[in-house]
Protein backbone atom coordinates (compact mmCIF):
# COMPACT_ATOMS: atom_id res chain seq x y z
CA UNK A 1 0.00 0.00 0.00
CA UNK A 2 1.45 3.28 -0.93
CA UNK A 3 1.02 6.28 1.98
CA UNK A 4 0.69 9.80 1.28
CA UNK A 5 2.40 11.82 3.07
CA UNK A 6 3.43 15.60 3.69
CA UNK A 7 6.21 16.50 5.83
CA UNK A 8 6.52 19.42 7.98
CA UNK A 9 10.27 20.33 8.31
CA UNK A 10 12.81 22.59 9.61
CA UNK A 11 15.58 21.04 7.71
CA UNK A 12 18.49 20.47 9.80
CA UNK A 13 21.01 17.26 9.68
CA UNK A 14 18.28 15.07 10.58
CA UNK A 15 14.99 16.41 9.02
CA UNK A 16 17.74 15.81 5.44
CA UNK A 17 17.62 11.89 6.63
CA UNK A 18 13.52 12.06 6.85
CA UNK A 19 13.59 14.16 3.23
CA UNK A 20 15.66 11.50 2.23
CA UNK A 21 13.60 8.50 2.83
CA UNK A 22 10.43 9.89 2.26
CA UNK A 23 11.61 11.45 -0.94
CA UNK A 24 12.81 8.02 -1.91
CA UNK A 25 10.41 4.90 -0.37
CA UNK A 26 8.19 3.82 -3.34
CA UNK A 27 5.67 3.03 -0.52
CA UNK A 28 5.51 6.56 -0.01
CA UNK A 29 3.73 9.48 -1.98
CA UNK A 30 5.57 12.38 -0.90
CA UNK A 31 2.48 15.12 -1.40
CA UNK A 32 4.37 18.74 -0.61
CA UNK A 33 6.63 19.35 2.06
CA UNK A 34 6.04 22.85 4.12
CA UNK A 35 9.16 24.31 6.14
CA UNK A 36 9.57 26.33 9.54
CA UNK A 37 11.80 27.97 11.24
CA UNK A 38 13.54 25.89 14.01
CA UNK A 39 16.54 24.28 13.60
CA UNK A 40 17.83 27.47 11.00
CA UNK A 41 16.08 30.81 9.63
CA UNK A 42 12.95 29.81 7.61
CA UNK A 43 14.66 30.79 4.40
CA UNK A 44 17.94 28.49 4.90
CA UNK A 45 15.28 25.91 5.65
CA UNK A 46 13.77 26.10 2.49
CA UNK A 47 16.75 25.96 1.07
CA UNK A 48 17.73 23.09 2.23
CA UNK A 49 15.10 21.50 1.53
CA UNK A 50 14.98 22.08 -1.83
CA UNK A 51 18.65 21.12 -1.91
CA UNK A 52 18.06 17.92 -0.64
CA UNK A 53 15.03 17.03 -2.85
CA UNK A 54 16.81 17.74 -5.82
CA UNK A 55 19.52 14.99 -4.13
CA UNK A 56 17.15 12.74 -3.94
CA UNK A 57 15.91 13.24 -7.85
CA UNK A 58 12.27 14.85 -6.48
CA UNK A 59 12.49 18.43 -8.24
CA UNK A 60 8.70 17.49 -8.09
CA UNK A 61 8.02 17.59 -5.08
CA UNK A 62 6.22 21.03 -3.67
CA UNK A 63 8.24 23.42 -1.05
CA UNK A 64 6.72 25.61 0.97
CA UNK A 65 7.62 28.26 3.35
CA UNK A 66 5.91 28.84 6.31
CA UNK A 67 6.53 30.86 9.96
CA UNK A 68 9.54 32.94 10.39
CA UNK A 69 9.16 32.64 14.36
CA UNK A 70 6.89 30.84 16.95
CA UNK A 71 3.74 32.06 18.01
CA UNK A 72 4.70 33.91 21.02
CA UNK A 73 8.73 33.37 21.56
CA UNK A 74 11.28 34.65 19.97
CA UNK A 75 13.34 32.31 17.38
CA UNK A 76 16.32 30.70 18.78
CA UNK A 77 18.04 28.67 16.35
CA UNK A 78 20.15 25.20 16.78
CA UNK A 79 23.47 26.00 14.50
CA UNK A 80 25.22 24.65 17.25
CA UNK A 81 23.94 21.80 16.36
CA UNK A 82 22.98 21.48 12.84
CA UNK A 83 26.19 23.89 11.39
CA UNK A 84 25.86 27.35 10.02
CA UNK A 85 23.86 26.47 7.17
CA UNK A 86 21.70 24.45 9.19
CA UNK A 87 22.95 21.02 7.27
CA UNK A 88 25.90 20.13 8.31
CA UNK A 89 27.71 22.94 6.29
CA UNK A 90 28.69 20.49 3.62
CA UNK A 91 30.04 22.46 0.29
CA UNK A 92 26.52 20.93 -1.14
CA UNK A 93 25.88 22.52 -4.50
CA UNK A 94 22.34 24.43 -3.70
CA UNK A 95 19.28 24.16 -5.42
CA UNK A 96 18.28 26.60 -8.25
CA UNK A 97 14.54 26.01 -7.75
CA UNK A 98 12.51 28.02 -5.68
CA UNK A 99 9.29 27.67 -3.04
CA UNK A 100 5.79 27.57 -3.76
CA UNK A 101 4.31 31.18 -3.80
CA UNK A 102 2.11 30.09 -1.86
CA UNK A 103 2.29 29.87 2.30
CA UNK A 104 2.81 26.59 3.71
CA UNK A 105 -0.58 26.54 5.40
CA UNK A 106 -2.28 27.41 2.39
CA UNK A 107 -0.39 24.64 0.66
CA UNK A 108 -1.15 22.16 3.32
CA UNK A 109 -4.77 23.38 3.32
CA UNK A 110 -4.55 22.34 -0.63
CA UNK A 111 -3.61 19.20 -0.14
CA UNK A 112 -5.62 18.14 2.53
CA UNK A 113 -8.85 19.09 1.06
CA UNK A 114 -7.89 17.59 -2.61
CA UNK A 115 -7.26 14.39 -0.65
CA UNK A 116 -10.75 14.68 1.41
CA UNK A 117 -11.98 14.65 -1.78
CA UNK A 118 -10.32 10.98 -2.99
CA UNK A 119 -11.55 7.37 -1.53
CA UNK A 120 -10.49 7.18 2.05
CA UNK A 121 -7.22 5.63 1.36
CA UNK A 122 -5.79 8.77 -0.07
CA UNK A 123 -5.93 10.28 3.47
CA UNK A 124 -2.91 12.03 3.95
CA UNK A 125 -0.59 11.29 6.91
CA UNK A 126 0.54 14.41 8.15
CA UNK A 127 4.77 13.97 9.26
CA UNK A 128 5.95 16.99 12.05
CA UNK A 129 9.40 17.17 12.36
CA UNK A 130 9.77 20.78 13.91
CA UNK A 131 8.10 22.97 15.43
CA UNK A 132 4.04 22.91 15.52
CA UNK A 133 3.91 26.39 14.37
CA UNK A 134 2.89 25.55 10.95
CA UNK A 135 0.30 22.60 11.94
CA UNK A 136 -1.09 24.81 14.76
CA UNK A 137 -1.99 27.68 12.53
CA UNK A 138 -3.19 25.55 9.98
CA UNK A 139 -5.69 23.40 12.03
CA UNK A 140 -6.97 26.54 13.91
CA UNK A 141 -7.55 28.63 10.79
CA UNK A 142 -8.88 25.36 8.50
CA UNK A 143 -9.97 23.08 10.80
CA UNK A 144 -11.95 21.20 7.84
CA UNK A 145 -8.64 19.56 6.67
CA UNK A 146 -9.56 17.05 9.27
CA UNK A 147 -11.82 15.21 6.55
CA UNK A 148 -8.40 14.72 4.34
CA UNK A 149 -5.65 13.54 7.12
CA UNK A 150 -5.36 9.76 8.24
CA UNK A 151 -3.22 10.39 11.39
CA UNK A 152 -0.26 12.62 12.63
CA UNK A 153 3.31 11.37 13.67
CA UNK A 154 5.14 13.66 14.82
CA UNK A 155 8.80 14.15 16.31
CA UNK A 156 8.81 15.97 19.28
CA UNK A 157 8.68 15.74 23.54
CA UNK A 158 9.85 13.05 25.17
CA UNK A 159 8.58 11.01 28.30
CA UNK A 160 12.44 11.04 30.08
CA UNK A 161 14.93 13.89 29.51
CA UNK A 162 14.87 16.68 27.02
CA UNK A 163 18.00 17.93 24.42
CA UNK A 164 16.89 21.50 24.27
CA UNK A 165 16.80 21.86 27.90
CA UNK A 166 17.23 19.24 30.73
CA UNK A 167 13.48 18.87 30.63
CA UNK A 168 12.03 20.04 26.53
CA UNK A 169 12.64 18.56 23.75
CA UNK A 170 13.17 21.44 21.13
CA UNK A 171 10.63 21.08 18.85
CA UNK A 172 8.47 21.62 21.17
CA UNK A 173 11.15 23.88 24.02
CA UNK A 174 10.68 26.14 20.23
CA UNK A 175 7.03 26.65 20.21
CA UNK A 176 5.75 25.54 23.34
CA UNK A 177 1.86 27.06 22.81
CA UNK A 178 1.91 25.78 19.09
CA UNK A 179 2.25 22.20 20.12
CA UNK A 180 -0.36 22.36 22.70
CA UNK A 181 -2.71 24.11 20.02
CA UNK A 182 -2.06 21.23 17.61
CA UNK A 183 -2.55 18.55 20.66
CA UNK A 184 -5.88 20.22 21.49
CA UNK A 185 -6.98 20.24 18.18
CA UNK A 186 -6.42 16.93 17.87
CA UNK A 187 -8.20 15.77 20.04
CA UNK A 188 -11.23 18.21 19.00
CA UNK A 189 -11.13 16.64 15.70
CA UNK A 190 -10.82 13.35 16.50
CA UNK A 191 -7.12 12.64 15.18
CA UNK A 192 -5.15 10.07 15.72
CA UNK A 193 -1.27 11.45 16.94
CA UNK A 194 1.94 9.55 17.54
CA UNK A 195 4.16 10.91 19.33
CA UNK A 196 7.97 9.86 18.57
CA UNK A 197 9.87 11.31 20.80
CA UNK A 198 13.46 11.30 22.28
CA UNK A 199 12.97 7.84 23.80
CA UNK A 200 13.54 6.49 20.27
CA UNK A 201 15.34 8.81 18.71
CA UNK A 202 18.27 8.23 19.19
CA UNK A 203 18.11 4.50 18.82
CA UNK A 204 18.24 3.69 15.13
CA UNK A 205 21.94 4.35 14.14
CA UNK A 206 24.21 4.00 11.46
CA UNK A 207 28.03 3.45 11.37
CA UNK A 208 30.76 6.01 9.97
CA UNK A 209 31.91 2.95 8.07
CA UNK A 210 28.17 2.89 6.30
CA UNK A 211 28.09 6.33 6.18
CA UNK A 212 31.61 6.29 4.35
CA UNK A 213 30.54 3.21 2.21
CA UNK A 214 27.14 5.82 1.41
CA UNK A 215 29.63 8.62 0.78
CA UNK A 216 32.01 6.51 -2.15
CA UNK A 217 28.93 6.25 -4.46
CA UNK A 218 29.53 9.85 -4.97
CA UNK A 219 27.58 11.51 -7.65
CA UNK A 220 26.26 14.26 -5.27
CA UNK A 221 23.11 11.86 -5.42
CA UNK A 222 21.19 10.62 -2.60
CA UNK A 223 23.56 7.91 -1.22
CA UNK A 224 26.54 10.40 -0.74
CA UNK A 225 24.01 12.77 0.99
CA UNK A 226 22.91 10.59 3.18
CA UNK A 227 26.62 9.33 4.11
CA UNK A 228 27.90 12.94 4.50
CA UNK A 229 24.97 13.80 6.94
CA UNK A 230 25.90 10.75 9.26
CA UNK A 231 29.76 11.47 9.04
CA UNK A 232 29.17 15.31 9.97
CA UNK A 233 26.89 14.44 13.28
CA UNK A 234 29.69 11.43 13.69
CA UNK A 235 32.30 14.14 13.79
CA UNK A 236 30.59 16.42 15.88
CA UNK A 237 30.00 14.38 18.83
CA UNK A 238 33.46 12.23 17.84
CA UNK A 239 31.48 9.12 17.87
CA UNK A 240 31.58 6.26 15.60
CA UNK A 241 27.70 6.11 14.80
CA UNK A 242 24.87 8.38 14.47
CA UNK A 243 21.13 8.48 14.59
CA UNK A 244 18.87 9.48 11.65
CA UNK A 245 16.60 10.94 13.83
CA UNK A 246 13.66 12.59 12.08
CA UNK A 247 13.96 9.83 9.88
CA UNK A 248 12.71 7.71 12.36
CA UNK A 249 9.30 9.11 12.58
CA UNK A 250 8.77 8.77 8.78
CA UNK A 251 10.24 4.87 9.31
CA UNK A 252 7.20 4.82 11.70
CA UNK A 253 4.52 5.56 9.06
CA UNK A 254 6.19 2.65 6.55
CA UNK A 255 7.05 0.12 9.56
CA UNK A 256 4.74 0.93 12.31
CA UNK A 257 5.80 -2.25 14.20
CA UNK A 258 8.90 -1.26 14.65
CA UNK A 259 7.68 1.07 17.55
CA UNK A 260 6.53 -0.39 20.54
CA UNK A 261 3.44 2.70 21.20
CA UNK A 262 0.85 2.98 24.49
CA UNK A 263 -1.70 5.37 24.79
CA UNK A 264 -0.87 8.13 27.12
CA UNK A 265 -2.43 11.39 28.27
CA UNK A 266 -0.42 13.84 27.37
CA UNK A 267 0.24 17.72 28.15
CA UNK A 268 2.72 20.50 27.30
CA UNK A 269 4.08 22.58 29.86
CA UNK A 270 3.31 25.99 29.42
CA UNK A 271 4.97 27.48 32.60
CA UNK A 272 7.58 26.47 34.68
CA UNK A 273 10.88 27.95 35.35
CA UNK A 274 13.07 25.01 34.39
CA UNK A 275 10.57 22.94 32.65
CA UNK A 276 8.51 24.58 30.11
CA UNK A 277 7.97 22.99 26.91
CA UNK A 278 8.48 19.79 28.43
CA UNK A 279 5.70 16.94 27.23
CA UNK A 280 4.20 15.44 30.58
CA UNK A 281 3.33 11.96 29.79
CA UNK A 282 1.04 10.59 32.41
CA UNK A 283 2.16 7.30 32.88
CA UNK A 284 0.41 7.15 36.67
CA UNK A 285 -2.17 3.70 36.48
CA UNK A 286 -4.79 5.31 35.08
CA UNK A 287 -7.14 2.88 37.17
CA UNK A 288 -6.44 4.29 40.21
CA UNK A 289 -8.38 6.86 42.19
CA UNK A 290 -7.04 10.39 40.35
CA UNK A 291 -9.46 12.74 42.04
CA UNK A 292 -7.27 14.03 44.56
CA UNK A 293 -4.87 15.06 41.35
CA UNK A 294 -6.03 18.99 41.01
CA UNK A 295 -5.12 19.21 37.79
CA UNK A 296 -6.79 15.66 36.62
CA UNK A 297 -5.87 13.43 33.46
CA UNK A 298 -5.58 15.29 30.29
CA UNK A 299 -8.16 15.08 28.24
CA UNK A 300 -5.50 14.64 25.48
CA UNK A 301 -4.16 11.39 24.42
CA UNK A 302 -1.51 10.33 22.11
CA UNK A 303 -0.11 6.71 21.29
CA UNK A 304 3.38 7.34 22.72
CA UNK A 305 6.44 5.68 21.18
CA UNK A 306 8.35 3.76 23.87
CA UNK A 307 10.52 1.37 22.38
CA UNK A 308 11.93 1.24 18.87
CA UNK A 309 13.61 -1.77 16.79
CA UNK A 310 16.35 0.54 16.07
CA UNK A 311 18.17 -2.06 13.73
CA UNK A 312 15.42 -2.40 11.60
CA UNK A 313 14.69 1.44 11.15
CA UNK A 314 17.98 1.74 10.32
CA UNK A 315 18.34 -0.31 7.84
CA UNK A 316 15.59 1.00 6.66
CA UNK A 317 16.98 3.84 5.64
CA UNK A 318 20.17 2.67 4.71
CA UNK A 319 18.32 0.09 2.10
CA UNK A 320 16.42 3.02 0.86
CA UNK A 321 18.62 5.80 -0.17
CA UNK A 322 20.95 3.31 -1.98
CA UNK A 323 21.64 4.54 -5.23
CA UNK A 324 20.11 1.39 -6.38
CA UNK A 325 16.86 1.54 -4.91
CA UNK A 326 13.56 1.30 -6.65
CA UNK A 327 12.04 4.77 -6.55
CA UNK A 328 8.35 5.65 -6.36
CA UNK A 329 6.16 6.64 -9.33
CA UNK A 330 5.42 10.61 -8.93
CA UNK A 331 2.27 11.97 -10.23
CA UNK A 332 2.44 14.76 -12.48
CA UNK A 333 0.92 18.32 -10.34
CA UNK A 334 -2.88 18.61 -10.40
CA UNK A 335 -4.20 15.01 -11.45
CA UNK A 336 -5.26 14.12 -8.56
CA UNK A 337 -7.40 16.73 -8.62
CA UNK A 338 -8.52 16.20 -11.98
CA UNK A 339 -9.42 12.30 -11.16
CA UNK A 340 -11.67 13.50 -8.26
CA UNK A 341 -13.45 15.87 -10.04
CA UNK A 342 -13.98 13.25 -12.83
CA UNK A 343 -14.70 10.04 -10.50
CA UNK A 344 -17.24 12.87 -8.45
CA UNK A 345 -19.05 13.04 -12.35
CA UNK A 346 -19.58 9.66 -12.87
O1 LIG B 1 14.93 17.48 19.05
C1 LIG B 1 14.97 16.59 18.06
C2 LIG B 1 14.79 17.50 16.95
O2 LIG B 1 16.05 18.17 16.99
C3 LIG B 1 14.53 17.03 15.60
O3 LIG B 1 13.35 17.43 14.98
C4 LIG B 1 15.75 17.45 14.88
O4 LIG B 1 15.50 18.21 13.76
C5 LIG B 1 16.63 18.15 15.82
O5 LIG B 1 16.87 19.44 15.47
CA1 LIG C 1 13.58 18.64 12.75
Known amino acids: ?32 VTCV ?29 G ?20 MGDLDWPRSTRRADPRHAVEVLRDVLLEAALGR ?17 LLLRTYPEVARGL ?15 TASAEFNVFHDPEAAAIVLDACADLDLPVTMY ?19 DTGNRGPAELAGRLI ?12 TIGDAGAVCAVLEPSGVARRRLPLRVELAGTWSRGRTIVDRRDQATDLSHDPHGQSRVSADVCLEVDGDAYARLWLDTVRPDSVMP ?5 GTRARDAVDQAQR
Do not use: K, W
Open 197 to 215: GLDVFYQPRVTREQAQTLI
Open 231 to 242: AFQCERVGADSA
Open 37 to 65: GGNAAVDQVVANTLTVLDAAGRPDVVVAR
Open 120 to 136: ADDRVTLVPLAPLTNIA
Open 1 to 32: MVHPVVLDVDTGVDDACALLLAARHPDLELRA
Open 329 to 333: DTVEP
Open 150 to 164: RQVVFMGGAVDAGNA
Open 67 to 86: AERPLLEEAADARHVHGLDG
